[in-house]
């Protein structure tokens, strides 16, 4: 039987709240911690240890930044480390110790060829995902395949050493669970991040911001903002924040809004689908979200979302929905549907298994 390894790290101001809300989970053993990580749904689109399981696969999960859950890994391996703990060097060891077939790195900076050659006992597979740039200096020539759903990536990724790039789409977990009727409390949300490479995202949301308030003349409207960092914004904007919203509960609240927007990454914008078209159509809610003539191989726009090809039309389209209960509802309904019949976690494993499989095949 193949054994599947999968490492992921994850945001450090999720992790922060995730033990915030669960301080009893310090001293848990290391399979409660990622258990509790799974059903919390945070990037659940990219978990495959659970959909493999399903699938006769041995499966394994590291969350390799989570350093609560690496201590007791530590622990009850009888080792230790000095502190603060050296998370390569951790994750490392794990790898060594549970001698996978198979690793899947969501994160190929900090797990790149570098880190990649000092383990001991090469697995036969190395896969790495990308779905953002590349920066200067990466080193991804030990890994066997990078996957990404982004064309980008394909032509980035030879250039930092890649051997091969598969295609590969996350998908929405089926286990979300979705309650039934839909009680809408908000009008308008973004929820995310901002970087460097958000300047688009950025710009949007103010105009949006300052329509809300009915500064372009229009009709005013209700918006709230769930980002871990607003301090790009200005002031009265800051207010609107909610904070951060991860996993299941950011599903509920996309769920429950109106109008729930996407604004994809810089330079990403023009092929689709992010995943939050992903989880905003899985979660059942109605998305206005970037145009570009691929959307509809995925969904189709005004059937099963809307889109926009500039601020006005954001703008345009959030007013007019927000007036139209039972279409936008009917829109949401039927994403929804799309995406879990064709852009479901089952459906994307099965495709990440022959992927691997073929990989495997070629590399023997």
């Known amino acids: 039987m193949l054994r599947f390894l999968q490492v992921n790290t994850f945001y450090p101001a999720y992790l922060r709240d995730f033990y915030a809300a669960r301080p009893h989970l310090v001293s848990a053993s290391f399979q409660a911690q990622i258990d509790a990580f799974l059903d919390d749904g945070f990037s659940g689109g990219h978990m495959l240890t659970r959909e493999l399981a399903r699938r006769g696969w041995t499966t394994h999960q ?21 502190e603060p703990l050296d998370i390569g060097l951790t994750t490392a060891m794990q790898i060594q110790m549970i001698r996978p077939d198979v690793v899947y790195f ?12 000092k383990i001991p006992t090469r697995p036969k597979l190395l896969l790495g995902w990308r779905g953002f740039g590349l920066p200067p200096g990466a080193d991804l020539a030990e890994y066997d395949a990078i996957v990404s759903s982004f064309d980008r ?12 790039v598969q295609r590969h789409y996350p998908g929405f977990p089926t286990d979300f669970p979705a309650a039934e009727p839909i009680v809408y409390d908000r009008d308008v949300v973004f929820s995310g991040s901002v970087t460097s490479q958000h300047a688009t995202r950025v710009a949007l949301l103010q105009l949006i911001w300052r329509a809300s308030r009915g500064e372009d003349g229009g009709r005013q409207f209700g918006f709230e903002l769930f980002m871990p960092d607003v301090s790009m914004f200005p002031a009265e904007m800051q207010a609107l924040n909610r904070g951060s919203v991860w996993g299941n509960t950011m599903l509920t609240t996309l769920r429950r809004s109106r109008v729930t927007l996407n604004i994809a990454v810089d330079g990403f914008d023009v092929q689709p689908p992010n995943m939050r078209v992903i989880e905003a159509t899985g979660a059942g809610a109605f998305l206005i979200t970037n145009a570009h003539p691929e959307l509809s191989r995925f969904f189709e726009p005004g059937e099963e979302l809307e889109t926009f090809a500039d601020a006005a039309e954001m703008i345009a389209k959030i007013r007019a929905y927000l007036s139209e209960d039972a279409k936008r509802a009917a829109i949401a309904a039927r994403g929804r549907m799309r995406c879990l019949n064709d852009h479901s976690l089952p459906v994307s494993a099965a495709a990440f298994e022959a992927m691997i499989e073929s990989k495997l095949s070629a590399n023997a």
């Open 153 to 164: 990536t394909f032509v980035e990724a030879p250039k930092f050493g890649a051997k091969d």
């Open 62 to 82: 590291i969350i390799a930044n989570a350093v609560p859950a690496q201590r007791r890994w530590l622990a009850e391996n009888e080792l230790s480390l000095p």
């Open 106 to 117: 969501t994160d190929v900076i900090q797990f790149d060829s570098r880190f990649l050659r």
